[in-house]
């Protein structure tokens, strides 16, 4: 069993960053792969970014490719969003997500059924 805790969420102004956090805790977190979803105001769950199980390999959404980096460190259980140049449309309630299965493709994370989820935290980006 894994269990994750995302913190870092709050209000920022168009332009500026916030960096997410997520703390899992439970056997072998550090061996899964890790994303991050959001889920804006009436519109569905998308994938924005996920890192491999060593963190060498990172895969993003078209939409924050460039402005948000996903990292992790094994050593603290922690996955981290660094997000930069935020929009408005960044909007969301943002979720971080573990997986145990390594699937070849990072690509093949973004409509993938993951293991576990943590309860969000909301980012808002005012115009």
């Known amino acids: 069993q894994v269990q994750l805790v995302e913190s870092g969420g709050g209000l920022v102004q168009a332009g500026g960053s916030l960096r997410l956090s997520c703390a899992a805790s439970g056997r072998a977190a550090s061996s899964y792969a890790m994303g991050w979803f959001r889920q804006a105001p009436g519109k569905e769950r998308e994938f924005v970014a996920v890192?491999?199980?060593?963190?060498?390999?990172?895969y993003y959404a078209d939409s924050v490719k460039g402005r948000f980096t996903i990292s992790r460190d094994n050593a603290k259980s922690t996955v981290y969003l660094q997000m930069n140049s935020l929009k408005p449309e960044d909007t969301a309630v943002y979720y971080c997500?573990?997986?145990?299965?390594?699937?070849?493709?990072?690509?093949?994370?973004?409509?993938?059924?993951?293991?576990?989820w943590g309860e969000g935290t909301l980012v808002t980006v005012s115009s």
């Open positions: 997500a573990a997986e145990k299965t390594r699937l070849a493709n990072l690509r093949d994370y973004v409509y993938y059924h993951m293991d576990y």
């Open positions: 890192i491999a199980w060593g963190g060498g390999i990172t």
